[in-house]
């Protein structure tokens, strides 16, 4: 039988059809954050909710791209903070938001003109928010836009250190992980900070305000993390929402800016399932040693390759320049480079046969969708653990052993195996039946994400009772 696909076209619907009720959400200021946050509204939208989004003027979306939302900005001195160490900025957000946030919730819950506030939603990130929901008694929901295998290693923070696995020591790097068989210690969600305390601060006020929270939504579906989402659900207490793929529930907007066009003009071009594409999200750094010896394994490779080099990706440069100007000529004959690329229409695209990737949560999901084997490369925290499971458990992505300094050789080998080996078969067989998976998901006839959606509505909707009751 068909399955019934939701159709989530944010679409305008009268005000009387919204029931009054309205959702305020808070996204931490950070591509791979806001964009699912943005889905998320514009999949409530559908439901009949009015949104509102509350934002730091710091790397706020566009407006006018959502003229069905409603937006508020937060005014906060945080550009001028260095972002290179995203713990010291996540302290310095979760600082400096904590009284604007609060007072634009209180000035939004007694604004007459609006419709009323159900409940906010906000990122997992945004560790102050719990105590914001007591003191304004609103109910308030989690949105964690990392997988629930990753979200439950956090969890398990105190007792990781409790056993001495962390903070990680160098000489136990390959040790297993008793407790998670399928992790090694080099696999543990960490980041290099100058601030290692505060890590493991904002680790734990991120699980305990999931853990009081009225809620926790993730971005993923229960056939692809069901062990975790079942250990979770025992381990919080709150209701879990893995209502994902969120992109695959919302049409996909078409390229705009002239540098996304060109690189699906470019793969318009190419042979079917021949290009690499090669993007490691938004906010991952390379050193120029690394840089240079990926573009080398790209070129050596002789395999066309689509690649994002954003500005930042490489520390101290913005572009392509600390390339030998030889090289530079190579790749471009073989590859296109773009500061930016529309990933989703990437993906999807015929041309694409691998996705070399750094396992950010929402590049590993976009992946599995579209049925893309990934070349896996993770950076730091979550991603280390997407990167193993997409090997592992899913085994639909290679990976580099040789630790931290990967060599041109190393590369042109794995994109070998990738491309032509029986091993880049194997993966590929088996992240098409992971796609197929994620869009039977979605089914109106007993889809596991259409039916936490369903719950999540009605759960927010039981919201209002206790809201307006106490108003
Ligand atoms: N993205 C994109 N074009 C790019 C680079 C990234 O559209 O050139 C999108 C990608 O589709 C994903 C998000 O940015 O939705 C990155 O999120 P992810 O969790 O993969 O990584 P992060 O950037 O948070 O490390």
Not at 122 to 142: K, Y
Not at 271 to 276: K, L, Q, R
Not at 444 to 460: D, Q, Y
Request: proline share 6%; with cysteine.
């Amino acid at each position: 039988m068909e399955k019934q696909i939701m159709s989530s076209t944010p679409k305008k619907i009268k005000m009387e059809e919204r029931k009054g009720r309205r959702v305020v959400l808070f996204p931490l200021p950070f591509q791979g954050h806001i964009r699912p946050m943005i889905q998320l509204g514009n999949l409530l939208h559908t439901r009949g909710f009015s949104i509102t989004i509350v934002h730091t003027t710091f790397n706020s979306p566009d407006p006018s791209l959502y003229p069905h939302f409603t937006f508020h900005f937060l005014h906060e001195d945080i550009l001028s903070q260095s972002q290179t160490d995203i713990i010291a900025f996540l302290k310095v957000l979760n600082t400096n938001c904590l009284q604007s946030f609060t007072d634009c919730l209180a000035r939004l819950l007694s604004d007459d003109h609006e419709s009323p506030i159900s409940c906010f939603i906000s990122d997992a990130g945004f560790t102050f928010t719990g105590e914001v929901a007591r003191q304004l008694n609103l109910p308030r929901l989690v949105l964690r836009t990392g997988g629930v295998t990753s979200f439950f290693v956090f969890a398990a923070f105190p007792f990781l250190r409790e056993k001495g696995y962390l903070p990680i020591q160098e000489s136990r790097l390959e040790e297993q992980v008793a407790e998670f068989p399928h992790l090694k210690v080099k696999d543990l969600p960490v980041i290099k900070t100058c601030d290692p305390d505060y890590l493991f601060e904002h680790v734990s006020g991120m699980v305990n305000g999931a853990k009081s929270s009225a809620g926790v939504i993730f971005n993923t579906f229960q056939e692809l993390e069901d062990a975790a989402i079942a250990a979770l659900s025992q381990d919080f207490q709150v209701p879990i929402f893995p209502i994902g793929p969120f992109h695959k529930l919302l049409p996909n907007s078409p390229p705009t800016q002239p540098d996304q066009t060109a690189a699906i003009t470019w793969l318009d071009k190419q042979a079917p399932s021949s290009v690499i594409y090669v993007s490691f999200g938004t906010l991952a750094a390379l050193n120029e040693q690394d840089f240079v010896e990926i573009a080398w394994g790209l070129a050596n490779s002789k395999q066309p390759f689509l690649w994002v080099v954003r500005p930042g990706l490489v520390n101290g440069s913005d572009w392509v320049d600390l390339l030998p100007k030889g090289l530079i000529g190579d790749l471009r004959e073989r590859g296109l480079i773009v500061k930016w690329a529309p990933q989703l229409q990437v993906l999807a695209h015929p041309s694409v046969a691998v996705f070399w990737t750094h396992n950010g949560w929402n590049s590993t999901l976009e992946s599995v969708c579209e049925g893309v084997p990934m070349i896996c490369m993770p950076c730091f925290t979550d991603q280390k653990v997407n990167a193993r499971y997409a090997r592992d458990i899913w085994r639909v992505g290679l990976g580099f052993e040789s630790g931290k300094l990967i060599e041109r050789e190393e590369i042109e080998r794995v994109i070998r195996r990738a491309m032509v080996g029986e091993e880049g078969k194997e993966i590929r067989k088996r992240v098409l039946e992971w796609k197929e998976k994620a869009r039977d998901c979605l089914g109106a006839n007993n889809g596991s994400s259409f039916e936490s959606l369903e719950r999540l509505v009605s759960h927010i909707s039981s919201f209002d009772s206790l809201v307006f009751s106490s108003q």
